[in-house]
């Protein structure tokens, strides 16, 4: 089987607070929605970023369990982590992580969003010299 794309779909208690935060805070589109489900990404290719849905949703699986914040991180990828995060900060978002340079190759922050999905907003960086070698198995 060949992948083709993937992306999460997260039960949560207030899909439209959910959406209106990644369309407002990270410029996703909504590609799809409905009473119970919004799909929300880059609408000019139609890829999907992430998936919001309530937890009266109609399709089974999954069950109606709500997300409850742990055992998961919602990595978004941006150009400069350093503006993204200046720009956050400008419109009130909590940032619970400040930007940080990381050895091991990004420039990054964390935040929680409205539902309490944990996002961590990064920018690819080289490495600190050496430090993925420690982690290097020898084959």
Known sequence: ????????LITVD?????????????????????????????AASGKIAIGLMTPDHPTNPPGPEVFNGKGMIL???????????????????????????????????TLTDPNGVIVDVVEQTAPADGYWERYMSAA
């Open 75 to 109: 990595t978004i990828q941006v150009r400069n982590a350093a503006k993204a995060c200046a720009a956050l900060k400008a419109q009130n978002v909590s940032i619970f992580y400040d930007l940080h340079e990381e050895p091991w190759g990004q420039r990054r922050f």
């Open 14 to 42: 207030d899909m439209r607070a959910g959406r209106d935060f990644y369309v407002r805070h990270f410029g996703m589109d909504v590609i799809f929605e409905a009473s119970w489900v919004a799909m929300l990404g880059d």
């Open 1 to 8: 089987m060949k992948t083709l794309d993937c992306y999460p």
